[in-house]
């Protein structure tokens, strides 16, 4: 198994990787939860130092990978659709962690 957005890219050398895989399944995602979800995760790894600069990480690079293979990637054989589930909320999962420990 396989794992990356670029592996549905229909760009050189990406497409030929792509024709490789007996199945391609795309995680699809609204733009603006993606971005949401971009912004809190840069923060909590520490990639960026505060929600600005995570926010400026989102569009001027990963949102912007991220359009370019939603807009050219090859035929995939399913599109599980991505939405927010308050019962899985970040927030949520942290707290029930905090709990368990």
């Known amino acids: 198994m396989l794992e990356?957005?670029?592996c549905c890219l229909a760009r050189v050398p990406?497409?030929?990787?792509a024709a490789l895989m007996?199945?391609?399944w795309f995680v699809d995602v609204d733009f603006d939860v993606a971005r949401a979800?971009?912004?809190a995760r840069h923060v909590k790894a520490g990639i960026a130092?505060?929600?600005e600069d995570a926010g400026r990480r989102a569009d001027e690079?990963?949102?912007?990978?991220?359009r370019e293979i939603v807009e050219n990637r090859v035929?995939?054989?399913e599109v599980i659709r991505s939405v927010e589930d308050e019962e899985w909320a970040p927030e949520k999962q942290d707290?029930?962690?905090s709990a368990e420990s």
């Not at 990406?14 to 990787?17: G, K, R, T, V, Y």
């Not at 690079?61 to 991220?66: A, H, I, M, R, S």
Request: hydrophobic share 30%.
């Open 75 to 77: 035929d995939v054989d």
């Open 95 to 97: 707290a029930e962690e």
């Open 61 to 66: 690079n990963d949102l912007v990978n991220g």
């Open 49 to 51: 130092r505060d929600e």
């Open 22 to 24: 007996d199945e391609r």
């Open 14 to 17: 990406w497409d030929a990787a």
């Open 37 to 39: 979800r971009l912004v």
């Open 4 to 6: 990356g957005n670029y």
